[in-house]
Each structure stands twice: as structure tokens, then as C-alpha cells.
């Protein structure tokens, strides 16, 4: 039996929540991105981690608005749609 990947869930969870199939690409980039960036899979991820990689992004990689809109709205999508986390949790 083969083994789900995190990846791969997200994948399923944003189809059937009907997000649009030209945004879901983007998600798993953004998600891949903060798990290549600390090394551990998102759930091992604090909210306090989520911050400092927030922070990051704006002042070490200087992303744009829309990069930053993206990344947060792809991890706001997956700690909710696949770790079933209130937005209270993960942010905290």
C-alpha cells in the first residue's frame, strides 16, 4: 500500500474545497518552500517558527505583496484544510 504524501494530501484537500486548479501549483510550491527552509515537515512547524519565516521572507528575500499574499493564503489553506487547525493555533 503506498503512503500518502504530505504534499499529495494538500493536493486533495484544495481540489475538493474547490479552490481553483491554477492556484493549487502555487500552494505546494509555497509549502515545499517553508519545509525546505526548516528541514521538517510543516506539523513539526511551530507558530512562532511561522512568524520568523514570515519576517524572512519580507526582509531577507524581500518578496513582493503578491509572493507574500500567496504564501500566506497557501499555509493558512493547508494548516486548515489538512492539519484541521483553527487559524488561533497555528499562528500562536
Given at each position: ?85 483553527s487559524e488561533a493555533r497555528y499562528w500562536n
Amino acid at each position: 500500500m503506498k503512503t500518502i504524501t504530505v504534499y499529495e494530501q494538500f493536493e486533495h484537500e484544495l481540489f475538493t474545497s474547490r479552490v481553483f486548479t491554477e492556484t493549487v501549483p502555487g500552494y505546494i510550491r509555497h509549502l515545499s518552500e517553508l519545509v525546505w527552509h526548516f528541514q521538517r515537515l510543516p506539523d513539526q512547524i511551530l507558530g512562532a517558527e511561522l512568524r520568523e519565516y514570515l519576517m524572512y521572507l519580507v526582509f531577507e528575500r524581500k518578496c513582493t505583496y503578491y509572493k507574500m499574499r500567496g504564501t500566506i493564503s497557501a499555509l493558512r489553506a493547508f494548516f486548515r484544510f489538512v492539519l484541521h487547525y483553527s487559524e488561533a493555533r497555528y499562528w500562536n
